[in-house]
């Protein structure tokens, strides 16, 4: 029963992630058309693919990534901690090609942080309660 229940947990962590970087990648290429550029072909599937990519990358390659940056992140008092993000938008970029692409490190850095921001709204305002209340 408790796994069918971190099951359900799980997909709704994914389904609110996907939604979440959805958004948050068709405002900012809406907002700014020039620096970043998000193909609109087959309705919105490399949109839709980005979303999955950052979110893979960010349960896989970030924790390794962070653990490795560590003594530059305690140098800078958690300044680069940002920067990880760039790195998985800037993979993303280079994995999609032509379909997705983001021009210039402030664009890449302020996607980052509206990501970095969205993932903590998620995490306290849905995930972390729905884990409460499967405790209670």
């Not at 490795?68 to 090609?97: A, C, E, H, Q, R």
């Not at 998620?122 to 209340?133: F, N, R, T, W, Y």
């Amino acid at each position: 029963m408790a796994s069918k229940k971190h099951t359900m947990y799980s997909l709704l962590d994914w389904i609110f992630h996907m939604i979440a970087y959805g958004l948050i990648l068709i405002s900012v290429s809406v907002l700014f058309q020039k620096t970043i550029y998000i193909d609109n072909a087959y309705f919105g599937l490399w949109g839709f693919l980005a979303a999955i990519i950052i979110y893979a990358l960010n349960r896989t390659i970030k924790p390794f990534l962070v653990w490795l940056t560590i003594p530059i992140t305690g140098l800078t008092l958690g300044l680069f901690y940002p920067f990880i993000n760039v790195l998985i938008l800037n993979i993303v970029d280079f994995i999609l090609g032509p379909h997705f692409q983001i021009r210039g490190l402030f664009m890449s850095f302020l996607v980052a942080i509206l990501i970095s921001l969205m993932n903590e709204i998620v995490h306290e305002c849905v995930i972390k309660p729905l884990l409460k209340k499967e405790g209670s």
